[in-house]
């Protein structure tokens, strides 16, 4: 899986200048109309009339680290959950209830770390556009499985260091977070001072998770989310043009929120049909998976996300896992699945083929082909 690009300000390389577009003033989609329970606001820039300005490399920048996931861990983002209503849960007959995300199907599971630090101690933390919270691991937390039960510390895969305490206690506040997992973390939030490729945070209001249900990977010990607020999430939301496939074009307006935390693309249900059709041979549809699947060797379709006129195309490699066998058939998953009902997701297999920039101040997104 190719290296991901995100620049949270005016911080981009790689580019193709021919092949930019940005995202501020979409048309076509009535933003007074919710969907799946989700509502909708057009974004305002936090200055008067902001700076206009050509990206470019910036002073301060930090390279993410790509994590692949062992089979039992899953992409953190809570997004995945709030737009799965239909997550499904299964025992094991053992009392441990085990959750399946079709966001998060297998080994092929990617997360981005960035280097950070935490009150000056260097931390490594999952980086999740698609979450609400920046939290940590705290000194002593109890880790606990899927029903509650505390288990070993070492359970949780918590990497080194935990956080004993925030340079500031907030009375009375706390946070929990159920991801699209299944994981459960909360505890007492407070302030402290976070530092991200140089780039420093003094003040920034965060969690310690005293209690968590958590599958680690000995690297990161906790999550720099991106949303505006830990009570009332926010996403970042882009309404695309439409998609290409091939010779077609359905150019339907549909908001996508654009998430680091999810590996895959999902996408309203029948143009996900209609793309798995345009494999060859054809893709099927797995409802225990809640994913397509196809022959490994299958030849896709290209295909481009198109944004404010421009087409962003994928790798066609990108579009086939080719480390998610089913064994039943042996044929691989796609990287993209249907949405149901909404919201819609770009995840991980956008945004490896992207240069993204969350340009916060702006109230704008802006993305760049990569060369």
């Not at 995300?101 to 260097?122: E, H, K, L, M, R």
């Not at 920034?204 to 009570?231: C, E, P, Y």
């Not at 010779?247 to 998430?259: A, I, L, Q, R, W």
Request: hydrophobic content about 40%; charged content about 15%.
């Amino acid at each position: 899986m190719r290296t991901l690009y995100l620049v949270l300000a005016l911080v981009t390389n790689i580019l193709c200048p021919a092949l930019s577009a940005a995202v501020r003033s979409q048309s076509g989609w009535d933003l007074s109309t919710p969907l799946n329970g989700f509502s909708f606001k057009r974004a305002k820039a936090l200055a008067f009339k902001p700076i206009k300005s050509a990206d470019k490399v910036g002073l301060y920048t930090s390279r993410l680290k790509s994590l692949k996931s062992r089979s039992e861990v899953y992409p953190k983002s809570s997004l995945s959950l709030l737009a799965r209503p239909d997550l499904q849960a299964f025992s094991d007959g053992n009392g441990t209830v085990h959750h399946q995300n079709i966001s998060a199907v297998g080994s092929f599971s990617t997360a981005y770390a960035i280097q950070c630090t935490w009150d000056q101690t260097p931390v490594w933390l999952i980086f999740d556009t698609g979450s609400s919270d920046t939290w940590a691991a705290k000194t002593g937390f109890r880790c606990e499985n899927s029903v509650g039960n505390k288990r070993n510390q070492a359970a949780c895969e918590f990497g080194q260091p935990h956080i004993p305490d925030f340079l500031q206690d907030i009375s009375e506040v706390y946070f929990h977070r159920r991801y699209g997992s299944g994981e459960v973390v909360s505890g007492p939030m407070g302030i402290s001072d976070i530092a991200c490729g140089g780039v420093s945070v003094s003040g920034q209001q965060v969690g310690l998770a005293n209690r968590a249900f958590w599958h680690g990977n000995n690297v990161t010990a906790k999550l720099v989310d991106q949303d505006v607020t830990a009570w009332k999430p926010s996403f970042y939301t882009i309404i695309p043009d439409g998609l290409q496939w091939g010779s077609t074009t359905d150019m339907g307006k549909y908001p996508y929120v654009v998430d680091t935390g999810t590996t895959m693309m999902y996408i309203p249900p029948p143009l996900a049909e209609a793309i798995a059709k345009a494999f060859d041979p054809p893709a099927t549809y797995m409802p225990q998976w809640g994913s397509y699947f196809v022959n490994c060797k299958a030849i896709p379709p290209h295909f481009a996300v198109i944004i404010s006129g421009v087409h962003f195309w994928i790798n066609p490699a990108d579009l086939i896992y080719q480390e998610l066998i089913d064994q039943s058939n042996g044929k691989c998953a796609l990287a993209i699945s249907t949405g149901g009902s909404g919201p819609y997701i770009l995840g991980d297999v956008f945004l490896q083929n992207v240069v993204a920039v969350f340009d916060v101040g702006g109230a704008e997104m802006r993305f760049y082909s990569r060369e």
